[in-house]
């Protein structure tokens, strides 16, 4: 009863948030969708890394990418000189294939050529900017409810036959979140701008990102298409080394707004 009734509260939930129609800044510009401030419950006990559960509060707005980061985006930077690194597509193709196998040094040459572009700061999420928006206004293991729902998530278990356990699958192929978000649960860890910690013990709760050096060991999110399903939640956390790229690791951009 208890988990029928969670996942009718997620069901409402859900429909009573509306996501904010798609914009562009420029032709070539990837798909952003404006997120309003707020606060949630961040984290999570199925591990070590996500604990405590505490408060964040935003109190800005801000824009994250509908999408992750596709070779056709990545390619327009290319052919504008600005980005070096054409990354092995690992036999994926390219097209609305997500951008693999970038390090940080990388998506940086992409941050400012877009933000230079248009006129406008465009960066890596936050941990708790990426975790806000992942989780589409629902307080649960997933936006949709709490257990892995096939077909909703590309992960290994996750019933997301022909890309599970195999590959990441195009953007767009499963549905979006409550704020109208795509794959962000599963497919591609994703880049965030903190620095790792073994937990959320003094973690910002203004959701800004944890500092540190600059070559510290970086917060990836949302799991991704070789891995098992409890990666795949909002609250889940790994890290990445910021010099190393992967073909499980992708990214999706932010932009400031007034």
Same mark, same amino acid.
């Given at each position: 009863?208890?988990?029928?009734?969670?996942?009718?509260?997620?069901?409402?939930?859900?429909?009573?948030?509306?996501?904010?129609?798609?914009?562009?800044?420029?032709?070539?510009?990837?798909?952003?969708?404006?997120?309003?401030?707020?606060?949630?419950?961040?984290?999570?006990?199925?591990?070590?890394?996500?604990?405590?559960?505490?408060?964040?509060?935003?109190? *800005? /707005?801000?824009?994250?990418?509908?999408?992750?980061?596709?070779? &056709?985006? @990545?390619?327009?930077? +290319? #052919? =504008?000189?600005?980005?070096?690194?054409?990354?092995?597509?690992?036999?994926?193709?390219?097209?609305?294939?997500?951008?693999?196998?970038?390090?940080?040094?990388?998506?940086?040459?992409?941050?400012?050529?877009?933000?230079?572009?248009?006129?406008?700061?465009?960066?890596?999420?936050?941990?708790?900017?990426?975790?806000?928006?992942?989780?589409?206004?629902?307080?649960?293991?997933?936006?949709?409810?709490?257990?892995? *729902? /096939?077909?909703?998530?590309?992960?290994?278990?996750?019933?997301? &036959?022909? @890309?599970?356990?195999? +590959? #990441? =699958?195009?953007?767009?192929?499963?549905?979006?979140?409550?704020?109208?978000?795509?794959?962000?649960?599963?497919?591609?860890?994703?880049?965030?701008?903190?620095?790792?910690?073994?937990?959320?013990?003094?973690?910002?709760?203004?959701?800004?990102?944890?500092?540190?050096?600059?070559?510290?060991?970086?917060?990836?999110?949302?799991?991704?298409?070789?891995?098992?399903?409890?990666?795949?939640?909002?609250?889940?956390?790994?890290?990445?080394?910021?010099?190393?790229?992967?073909?499980?690791?992708?990214?999706?951009?932010?932009?400031?707004?007034?």
């Amino acid at each position: 009863m208890r988990h029928l009734l969670l996942a009718l509260l997620a069901v409402l939930a859900a429909s009573a948030a509306h996501a904010a129609e798609a914009f562009r800044d420029c032709p070539q510009c990837p798909e952003m969708i404006a997120i309003k401030p707020g606060s949630f419950m961040m984290g999570g006990n199925w591990a070590e890394n996500e604990r405590p559960v505490h408060t964040v509060t935003l109190t *800005k /707005p801000y824009a994250i990418a509908k999408y992750e980061l596709t070779f &056709d985006e @990545w390619e327009m930077c +290319r #052919a =504008a000189g600005a980005c070096s690194r054409d990354p092995d597509v690992h036999a994926w193709g390219k097209g609305r294939q997500p951008v693999i196998n970038l390090a940080i040094a990388d998506i940086a040459q992409y941050l400012a050529w877009l933000s230079k572009l248009t006129g406008k700061t465009y960066r890596l999420p936050s941990e708790a900017e990426w975790e806000y928006a992942a989780r589409g206004g629902i307080d649960g293991a997933y936006w949709w409810g709490e257990t892995m *729902k /096939p077909g909703h998530a590309n992960c290994r278990d996750c019933g997301a &036959d022909p @890309w599970g356990g195999d +590959r #990441a =699958a195009p953007v767009g192929t499963f549905p979006p979140n409550p704020y109208g978000l795509h794959e962000m649960n599963g497919n591609l860890w994703e880049w965030t701008a903190d620095c790792f910690a073994p937990n959320h013990n003094q973690a910002p709760t203004d959701g800004s990102p944890r500092p540190g050096p600059d070559n510290c060991q970086r917060v990836i999110k949302g799991g991704a298409w070789y891995y098992y399903a409890p990666l795949s939640r909002p609250a889940s956390r790994a890290r990445q080394d910021p010099r190393q790229w992967s073909y499980t690791v992708g990214v999706r951009l932010v932009r400031e707004m007034e």
